[in-house]
């Protein structure tokens, strides 16, 4: 069944001198329910528009966005959107704590609202850093919190975008590990927008790669690369490599020799 559907989606933008600036075309995606499926394309081609109109966070110029076979037009209660920028999603005059139970305490109560953060934060690896403030703790760590104060409200669906591209290459494996992990044990559905070619094929099941703008679908790729995947010999693997190849040719506009 298909969880998130995006429908014939265009986008303008306004433009100060004259007419709208269009930046998706047409585009027709969807995702099934239980489905980890990356977005690939090239800079400033619309993967964070496309993100943020499955969202609900950004109104689509014409077509729609369903998700559970609901026609959308605000964020729904089923989908939990993850920001690159965690330095700015993380309220620095709160704990770590009551960052995470941010997302619930509206809902649950403050005290009830600590104690699903301290569950979530043991499932991020923080156990223990509840007193801590953000800013004591690494980049890696406080991606972790965010991730952890998502996870908070029970969604069905994440949406990420870049979520991994502000720490640096070690840690950045450490936390698709994580992600991994959390995908298969909560049987979540993942929309993940990455630059990064590797990340997409050790993660998702599809890759959708996006045209240059204004966007629409040049390619939907099927990964199949067997579960569980490890970000180390995953990488060593011949299909692997044979889809790194055909990434990044489309990327980069190369025709193969
Ligand atoms: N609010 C806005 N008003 C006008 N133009 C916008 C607005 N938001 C985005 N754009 C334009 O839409 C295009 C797509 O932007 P978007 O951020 O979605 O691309 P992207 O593929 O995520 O980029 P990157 O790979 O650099 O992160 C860009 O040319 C951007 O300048």
Not at 6 to 33: C, E, H, I, W
Not at 154 to 159: N, R, T, Y
Not at 169 to 183: F, G, N, S, V
């Amino acid at each position: 069944m298909d969880f998130l559907e995006l429908n014939a989606v265009t986008k303008d933008f306004p433009s100060r001198s004259g007419p709208p600036a269009r930046v998706m075309d047409g585009v027709s995606l969807a995702v099934r329910q239980g489905e980890f499926m990356a977005v690939l394309g090239p800079s400033g081609c619309g993967k964070s528009t496309l993100l943020q109109m499955a969202a609900g966070l950004l109104p689509v110029s014409a077509g729609e966005v369903r998700i559970a076979g609901r026609r959308i037009s605000a964020p729904p209660p089923e989908a939990v959107y993850v920001f690159q920028q965690y330095t700015r999603s993380l309220l620095p005059w709160r704990n770590v704590r009551d960052n995470v139970g941010f997302a619930v305490e509206h809902r649950l109560g403050r005290r009830r609202a600590r104690d699903v953060a301290e569950v979530q934060l043991g499932q991020v690896g923080l156990a223990g850093f509840g007193d801590h403030f953000p800013w004591q703790l690494s980049g890696g760590m406080q991606q972790r919190v965010a991730i952890a104060r998502a996870l908070a409200a029970e969604p069905a669906m994440l949406l990420m975008d870049e979520p991994f591209s502000a720490v640096d290459a070690l840690t950045r494996l450490d936390l698709q590990a994580l992600i991994l992990d959390i995908w298969t044990r909560r049987q979540l559905t993942v929309l993940l927008v990455t630059h990064d070619v590797e990340e997409a094929i050790t993660l998702a099941d599809r890759i959708a790669v996006l045209t240059q703008r204004p966007a629409s679908v040049a390619q939907l790729l099927e990964v199949g690369i067997a579960r569980p995947r490890d970000p180390v010999t995953t990488r060593e693997l011949p299909r692997f490599l044979q889809l790194r190849h055909q990434l990044l040719n489309t990327l980069l506009a190369r025709h193969e020799a």
